[in-house]
């Protein structure tokens, strides 16, 4: 199993990334998506989850409104779209996908992990 995180990269505040996650050795659509992210020093932090069949998306507040969650089951691959991206965005994003919608926002839950994509926002 592995989960390709990419997009990731150094942009300017307000500017907009937009993270993949392929999926291969699973089969994604069974999976609900998630993707955490991660400073040095601190927790794992939960960003967005998607539901298996993407009609349940749940966003963390710091990102609601500015973060969009996405999903294209026949290409195995999830998207996190970053629009208004600032300073404190900046983090190593990752995916990780849990059998269950439920336990979307516990680091703990997650079935399998990528490996991070780095997103710095510079001021």
């Known amino acids: 199993v592995q989960l390709q995180a990419s997009g990731g990269g150094l942009v300017q505040t307000g500017g907009s990334l937009r993270l993949s996650c392929e999926v291969s050795?699973?089969?994604?659509?069974?999976?609900?998506m998630v993707w955490f992210r991660q400073t040095p020093g601190k927790e794992r932090e939960f960003v967005s989850a998607?539901?298996?069949?993407?009609?349940?998306?749940a966003y963390a507040d710091s990102v609601k409104g500015r973060f969009t969650i996405s999903r294209d089951n026949a290409k195995n691959t999830v998207y996190l779209e970053m629009n208004n991206l600032k300073p404190e965005d900046t983090a190593e994003y990752y995916c990780?996908?849990?059998?269950?919608?439920?336990?979307?926002?516990?680091?703990?839950?997650?079935?399998?992990w990528g490996k991070g994509t780095l997103v710095t926002v510079s001021s």
């Open positions: 990780a996908a849990d059998r269950y919608y439920a336990s979307r926002g516990d680091p703990k839950s997650m079935d399998y």
């Open positions: 050795g699973l089969t994604s659509r069974v999976y609900t």
């Open positions: 998607s539901s298996s069949g993407g009609d349940r998306t």
